[in-house]
């Protein structure tokens, strides 16, 4: 296969462009593809001071490498989780990618919390997945707007974007509908949120990760096994494998003619965050996720707590 | 043909080479879930294989 811009031997095939490049013109193809999110979607400019969250892995450590070529101003932030050895290992890898790119980089550790995740996973049913997405979720948002940054971006990328819209179509999550895309403006306590990635699949981030040299986590992390993210993307892997093309059409077909229906209908009938009554974060509920979570560990550990009693 | 599956670090040994896409049918694998690598070069679904080859098979899906 040749490369479709210089006909040089090609090292990566894409499908669904129908087009094959080698190595320097598919880095030229992938920062396309990032210029033309952010300035379609109108996601920041070089005024904004963007905070990036790095796992550790290809999808953000690609994004924010990217980012600092196009001269935005960036600065990295990494949540330690404290799994063992897995989180020891992406910290590493995110220390050293700004080491050497010169990426300013604060860390947060879920420990110094008190909100280690494999603590939490004793503590609950539901998948310790959507517990660490909240929690990541919270000090992400909470750390931007504490420390003046405009906008908040995040790696994911259009696999990402495709499972999680199949998923909330398969519920019909008006909420969530509502709320999805690679731009949520700031609002009512939350900082912007961009996702500069989301016309790149999974595939193209790994291939732009490698031909670039940058040094990514590759190993999944422990408790991510049977998540259900990871079913749908391999059912649209077979879907974008029989009809390429396919995840694009469906998630850009979702922003350009169903997004701002499920918008109207959640802004009728959702609810408006107010702050959470114990920590000021902007939540629906009253008190806050984050909060309910120390809520229930800090109930649950006293209730475990022996007793003992004076004879 | 030595072939490492990583993340695993599973290695396989497997006599036959053809080319890339014919070892991944073999190995049940899409061409768009994996990076195909040898000599730290990236390989397209049509490369050729030698038996002498060492190739490194990398899953690209993210999980967490």
Redesign the interface.
Known sequence: ?KCTRCRAK????L?RHNA?FC?ECFLVFFSRQVEKAIKDKKLFTNQDRILVALSG???SLALARELQNMEYDVTGLHIDLAIPESSERARGHVIRFCRDYQIPLHVIELEREDLPIPKLKKFFKRPV?SV?GQIKRYYFNRFALENSFSVLATGHNL??EAARLFSNVLRWDTAYLGDQGPLLPDEQGFVRKVKPLYRL???ET??YS??SRIDYS????P???G?SF?FY?KIL??L??HQPGRKISFYEGFLNRARNTFARLDQEQGKEPAPCSCCGYPTTTGICGVCRIRKTISSRTTASQPTFSRT | MQILLEPENKVLTLDRAGNVCTLLSRLGIRPGQVLVIRDRELLTPDRKLNPEDKITIRKIVSRG
Do not use: I, Q, W
């Open positions: 296969m090609a090292a990566v095939a499908p094959g190595p892995g290809k999808d997945c660490c696999d990402d699949s999974e595939f790994a291939n490698f031909l590759f190993t999944p992390c408790y991510s096994k998540a990871t993307k892997d077979e974008e494998h």
